[in-house]
């Protein structure tokens, strides 16, 4: 399962450093899968979408902090819990009830993104 950031997120940017797969950005910023991954040019996500790496995504939101879902393994193969939420003063890391993934599922993300580490 992924990792959702709540509408009750103060932007103070906490969590951002803290994701190891760099799945984290600012409100209104866009977005790579090659931020923080060993990505690059077209690849084909597990989840079967083809799409390129280097290329900038349009923002999850405009208004907080949001979480790329496709890139949030819940840090699983880096930390025994997801860092966003640890450090998070507000609580408003929590998991994302439209992403739901098994924990085989968060570990072959990983790998795919990490595949030297």
């Not at 969590?15 to 799945?23: D, G, Q, S, V």
């Not at 939101?61 to 193969?77: A, F, L, N, R």
Request: proline fraction near 8%; hydrophobic fraction near 30%.
């Amino acid at each position: 399962m992924a990792i959702i950031i709540t509408d009750e997120c103060i932007n103070c940017g906490a969590c951002e450093p803290e994701c190891p797969n760099t799945a984290i950005y600012e409100g209104a910023d866009d977005w790579r899968y090659n931020e923080g991954t060993s990505l690059e040019g077209k690849v084909v996500l597990p989840n079967g979408s083809a799409v390129d790496a280097d290329e900038a995504q349009e923002p999850i939101s405009d208004e907080v902090y949001y979480i790329v879902p496709d890139k949030c393994t819940e840090c699983q193969g880096f930390h025994e819990e997801p860092q966003c939420a640890a450090v998070c003063p507000v609580d408003c890391c929590v998991p994302d009830d439209q992403h739901v993934e098994s924990v085989e599922t968060l570990l072959g993300k990983q790998k795919f993104m990490h595949p030297d580490g």
